[in-house]
């Protein structure tokens, strides 16, 4: 193993096998068609962490809002403590006992990841699906695990009033 001056290693982006690691962001692409199973959580004995959530009436925040943490959109921001295990259901319910407009009849709420892109400076996001309460869809008891959410993301929300 070889040292430079401030004795680190010299190779530090090898890892002990001397393998090169993957440092590209790969949270736009497709999961592994071969991924581990998804972890039951006790949530008795799991700590929640905190998840910012951002909603919007008829659209979503635009991007760049989000590029810089002291420009966020406070007004219209959510925090709520969770698990990874919460379904899109669950946070749809959340989001209704605080903003009125998510109780209309007809509403339909998208929800979308935004994260940080440290290679590029800047935020991009993802959609994570859709949930209406007057019907069930097939994105209600989709887990913020398994949409391959990370600690530290935040959610963006369309709330899609039906005129």
């Known amino acids: 193993m070889s ?3 401030r004795g680190s290693r010299g190779d530090r982006d090898r890892d002990d096998r001397g393998d090169r690691r993957d440092h ?19 949530r008795t004995k799991t700590c929640p962490f905190m998840l910012r959530l951002f909603w919007k ?4 925040h635009s991007l760049e809002l989000f590029d810089n943490q002291s420009k966020l959109p406070t007004d219209e921001m959510l ?4 698990w990874k295990d919460a379904t899109l259901s669950e946070l749809f ?27 590029q ?13 007057k019907r069930k869809t097939e994105d209600d008891n989709k887990t913020l695990q398994s ?4 600690v530290g993301d935040f959610i963006d929300v369309s709330i899609i009033r039906n005129n």
């Open 24 to 42: 590209r962001d790969t949270r736009n692409r497709d999961p592994p068609a071969t991924h581990k199973p998804l972890e039951q959580l006790d």
């Open 121 to 133: 400076g800047k935020a991009l996001s993802r959609p994570l699906g859709k949930v209406t309460n």
């Open 57 to 60: 009436t008829d659209g979503n």
């Open 79 to 82: 925090t709520i403590y969770t």
């Open 93 to 119: 319910e959340l989001i209704q006992q605080q903003v009125p407009e998510a109780n209309e009849d007809g509403v339909t709420i998208e929800f979308r990841v935004i994260f940080i892109n440290f290679n």
């Open 147 to 150: 949409l391959r959410f990370e």
């Open 3 to 5: 040292y430079n001056r």
